[in-house]
C-alpha cells in the first residue's frame, strides 16, 4: 500500500492551494478516504473524510465553507481543495486510507 501526497507549498493568507493523493496497492474505491494535519506541537487532527462512493462528507468546524474533498475512483486519487487559507491551517497534511498514512505534504500559510 501506497500512498502519495502532493501539491503543498507557501501561500499567502486568503489563497488557496490543492491537496492530491495518489493511492496503490489496495482497491481504493473500497475505502473511505481523508485528510488530517499535524500542526506543531499539537496532535493530528482529521480535516475531511469522504466516503468510498463520494456519497457522504465530513470536515472539521475549523475548515468548513473553505475545504472541499474530493476523490477519482477511476485514478485512485483524493484531493483536498484549500481555500480561504489562514495561518492556523499551517501544517503537515496527510492522507489517509485502509489504515495506511502518506508521509505528509507540509502547508505553511504566512505572509
Known amino acids: 500500500v501506497q500512498l502519495v501526497e502532493s501539491g503543498g507549498g507557501l501561500v499567502q493568507p486568503g489563497g488557496s492551494l490543492r491537496l492530491s493523493c495518489t493511492a496503490s496497492?489496495?482497491?481504493?474505491?473500497?475505502?473511505?478516504m481523508s485528510w488530517s494535519r499535524q500542526a506543531p506541537g499539537k496532535e493530528r487532527e482529521l480535516v475531511a473524510l469522504i466516503t468510498s462512493d463520494s456519497a457522504s462528507t465530513k470536515y472539521a468546524d475549523s475548515v468548513k465553507g473553505r475545504f472541499t474533498i474530493s476523490r477519482n475512483n477511476a485514478n485512485n486519487t483524493v484531493v483536498l481543495q484549500m481555500n480561504s487559507l489562514k495561518p492556523e491551517d499551517t501544517a503537515v497534511y496527510y492522507c489517509?486510507?485502509?489504515?495506511?498514512w502518506g508521509k505528509g505534504t507540509l502547508v505553511t500559510v504566512s505572509s
Open positions: 496497492g489496495f482497491r481504493f474505491g473500497y475505502y473511505d
Open positions: 489517509y486510507g485502509k489504515n495506511y
